[in-house]
């Protein structure tokens, strides 16, 4: 007896909220794809983290440190996560203009 082979998405826990991270991501990706193609380069500058960084790097930059922020916060504060999220936006917009 054969097993079902199915192509949807069921299998996966997905709520509003996972459909929405994961569609932000992919927006940002074609944001800053559409941005390197208006302005190639990258924009690299050094920054006060010592590094010499294109936007895409702190788009990266930006991306890892609010995983860690929501999961720090998990951690120490539990549920709801919307600090967490605004402190990140916060810290993204910090690393986009001195990073």
Excluded: C, K, N
Excluded at 1 to 12: D, H, Y
Excluded at 44 to 71: E, K, M, N
Aim: hydrophobic letters at 60%; zero cysteines.
């Amino acid at each position: 007896m054969q097993p079902e082979v199915t192509f949807g998405l069921g299998w996966m826990a997905w709520t509003w909220q996972t459909g929405l991270f994961f569609g932000v991501i992919a927006l940002l990706l074609v944001l800053m794809g559409l941005w390197e193609w208006r302005s190639p380069g990258g924009g690299p500058r050094r920054g006060v983290l010592g590094l010499t960084t294109t936007r895409g790097d702190r788009l990266f930059i930006s991306l890892l440190a609010a995983g860690y922020i929501h999961l720090l916060w998990l951690a120490f504060f539990g549920a709801p996560l919307w600090g967490a999220s605004a402190l990140a936006l916060v810290l993204a917009a910090l690393v986009f203009r001195y990073a």
